[in-house]
């Protein structure tokens, strides 16, 4: 069973730094490309980021290019998400999700179940 | 950048009713590159259909995606009590981004 767990979140103050993690098992971690999608209170679903299985892609959204930073540790079977210069519109559930190889990492098919994330003074 | 807009916004409907939600393209898209979410409050979103028209493992059949170019649906034929609310389609674009539209809520007539 693939099992997706994201821990890290929490209370920040604006400009503040915070680090998401999300633990993965069930699968073999290497071979998928992972990202994150953040949804902010009472609102829809934005993608974050994304990376390949080998960590040698990586993809952002402009909302946080040059603020978070994705990363992933293969041997751990644990991504990560270090997010600084954090800003209220940053305040969000933020999900890690695995990306289905088949159709080219197109679509999100295992999903964790999210860790919040406040920035507020 | 592709924008998704669905509609409608919000559709009410009464159980065993046929649901149809929209999801338009701002421009014309690969088909195999559009996918579609269920989110139930309090939980993560799951995978209802991906490539436009394949169901994802353990989806019931009464969920059906079609469509192409710039306009796709995701039918429900008969609404169970379980498929009441909010749907998200999603589009992957060839710079490796990711859209996804605002969300269409069902909610009971």
């Known amino acids: 069973e693939v099992l997706l767990l994201e821990s890290g979140g929490g209370l920040v103050q604006p400009g503040g730094s915070l680090r998401l993690s999300c633990a993965a098992s069930g699968f073999t971690f290497s071979s998928y490309a992972i990202g994150w999608v953040r949804q902010a209170p009472g609102k829809g679903l934005e993608w974050v980021s994304s990376?390949?299985?080998?960590?040698?892609?990586?993809n952002y959204a402009d909302s946080v290019k040059g603020r978070f930073t994705i990363s992933r540790d293969n041997f751990r079977s644990m991504l990560e998400l270090e997010m600084n210069s954090l800003r209220g519109e940053d305040t969000a559930v933020y999900y890690c999700a695995t990306l289905a190889r088949l159709l080219g990492d197109s679509y999100f098919d295992y999903w964790g179940q999210g860790t919040p994330v406040a920035v507020s003074s | 950048e592709v924008v998704l807009t669905q509609s409608p916004g919000t559709l009410s409907l009464s159980p065993g009713e046929r649901a149809t939600l929209s999801c338009r393209a701002s421009?014309?898209?690969?088909?195999?590159?559009l996918a579609w979410y269920q989110q139930k409050p309090g939980q993560a979103p799951r995978l209802l259909i991906y490539?436009?028209?394949s169901r994802a493992t353990g989806i019931p059949d009464r969920f059906t995606g079609s469509g192409s170019g710039t306009d796709f649906t995701l039918t429900i034929s008969r609404l169970e009590p379980e498929d009441f609310t909010v749907y998200y389609c999603?589009?992957?674009?060839?710079?490796?981004?990711?859209?996804f539209g605002p969300g269409t809520k069902v909610d009971v007539k």
């Open positions: 421009q014309s898209i690969i088909s195999r590159y």
């Open positions: 990376i390949s299985g080998s960590g040698g892609r990586t």
């Open positions: 490539g436009a028209t």
């Open positions: 999603q589009h992957y674009d060839s710079s490796a981004r990711f859209t």
